[in-house]
């Protein structure tokens, strides 16, 4: 048994028991996570996963207690890195932040431009993620960080900040007939085909708001990436309610932007941190970058008050 068996079956968790995309968020290949894996079953004389035709099918109920002391042996171990890390005398070292793909392309390149002009010598890594996977690695040590926009999923050492508010915008394309429309209804917008930017909550909003009034629209697009669902819209495919942040006037010029607060509620984004993981001194940096109130005595007493909630 190895640190990177426990890794692998770990993983396979979050990415719902797909080997090869383990093997693309670990940078190997799938041969090597199968085999490990197996390898590790045997070592123990039992099986983890369930297969059908060679491919992970689901986790067996003794696998569900070792996946569950597995991820319990990595946190131990990162928890332990983070500590002889932190007495290190230079201010170098790692920085891993899971967020979600909105804020990994909108919010935080223009953080991470700061932050790396006052600490050169740390190393950043960014994990765009969705909400659930967020929570996964942040409870496995993984990350030192989250950002996000939910605090649905934070419940045991997972704690989050409230940092700042968003709104929400209705994207067209220029000249789109909604446009002569200064307080689109929702029955308005479902005259029109809705393109879903799908890490994001803000299209199924629609869609539910729509199926609850008994409405439907004519027809859905699904895109992974705010700036493939912008390309959408702006060839007239469509039309598709965003996070005001993903739109910016002058970088989107075939795209109009209209107000739809009489519709969506405002909402928040958060700062998640594992109350048990070790943060050097570059995280509260970091965290006070972005959100200059979060001090990292700030942060220390939300984490208390986590611990007696």
């Known amino acids: 048994m190895n640190i990177q068996q426990l890794r692998y079956i770990c ?17 190997t290949s799938q041969p090597s996570v199968s085999t490990q ?57 790692t920085l891993v932040i899971a967020a979600s793909h909105t804020q990994a392309r909108f919010r935080l390149p223009a953080i991470l431009r700061r932050f790396v002009d006052q600490y050169p010598k740390v190393h950043v890594m960014i994990r765009p993620e969705s909400g659930r996977q967020i929570t996964d690695i942040l409870r496995a040590g993984e990350a030192d960080l989250g950002v996000l926009s939910s605090s649905k999923e934070l419940h045991g050492d997972l704690f989050g900040m409230p940092f700042q508010t968003y709104r929400r915008v209705l994207l067209v394309c220029r000249r789109h007939p909604l446009l002569k429309t200064p307080r689109p209804s929702f029955k308005d917008i479902a005259c029109y085909p809705i393109i879903l930017y799908e890490p994001s909550q803000s299209g199924s909003m629609v869609l539910a708001t729509l199926e609850k009034l ?15 669902v912008k390309a959408y819209v702006e060839q007239g495919l469509g039309v598709s309610v965003l996070p005001e942040l993903v739109f910016d006037a002058k970088r989107d010029p075939g795209l109009r932007a209209i107000n739809v607060d009489h519709l969506f509620p405002v909402s928040t984004t958060f700062v998640v941190l594992n109350r048990k993981h070790y943060l050097r001194a570059y995280a509260y940096a970091f965290i006070e970058i972005l959100a200059p109130e979060l001090t990292r005595r700030v942060v220390q007493d939300y984490s208390m008050r986590a611990l007696g909630a």
């Open 11 to 27: 993983e396979a968790v979050r990415c719902d028991l797909k080997v090869s995309k383990v093997a693309e968020v670990l940078h």
């Open 37 to 93: 894996i197996r390898l590790l079953e045997e070592e123990l004389g039992l099986s983890i996963f369930t297969r059908q035709r060679n491919r992970l099918a689901s986790i067996t109920p003794v696998g569900e207690e070792i996946i569950e002391r597995a991820r319990r042996a990595l946190l131990e171990l990162s928890e332990i890195r983070g500590l002889a890390r932190a007495h290190s005398a230079d201010e170098s070292g």
């Open 214 to 228: 008994g409405m439907q629209a004519p027809t859905v697009l699904k895109g992974t990436n705010a700036d493939v």
